[in-house]
């Protein structure tokens, strides 16, 4: 059984950085894109950033510049989101999200379609 859990959110100050956790368990995705989406109430859940599982890496207008996603260098079903500069606009519950193995290295996708299992998300609230 896949399961996605992601940690590592909590309320934050304007300015601050967090960073993100999703640990993938169940199957081997080290070379699956692993995707990280955001969803604030009353809003469509959208697209924050994905890696690739060749290593690409892809960013949300909002995200570039200030968020950047990675894997564990050893333990490839791990993925981090690393946030900076952080705004009471990025308040959202943050979900992780992992294509399946069959989809290949080189893909990745910016819509939640595109993605085969998700986690339960995490919150961040970020304060002015």
């Known amino acids: 059984q896949v399961q996605l859990v992601e940690s590592g959110g909590r309320l934050v100050q304007a300015g601050d950085s967090l960073r993100l956790s999703c640990a993938a368990s169940g199957r081997t995705f080290s070379n699956s894109a692993m995707g990280w989406f955001r969803q604030a109430p009353g809003k469509e859940r959208e697209f924050v950033a994905v890696?690739?599982?060749?290593?690409?890496?892809?960013y949300a207008d909002s995200a570039k510049g200030r968020f950047t996603v990675s894997r564990h260098n050893v333990n490839k079903n791990t993925v981090y989101l690393q946030l900076n500069s952080l705004k009471p606009e990025d308040t959202a519950v943050y979900f992780c999200?992992?294509?399946?193995?069959?989809?290949?290295?080189?893909?990745?996708?910016?819509?939640?379609?595109?993605?085969?299992?998700w986690g339960q998300g995490t919150q961040v609230t970020v304060s002015s």
């Open positions: 999200a992992a294509a399946d193995p069959y989809r290949g290295t080189f893909y990745y996708n910016t819509r939640t379609q595109g993605y085969d299992y």
């Open positions: 890696i690739s599982g060749s290593g690409g890496r892809y």
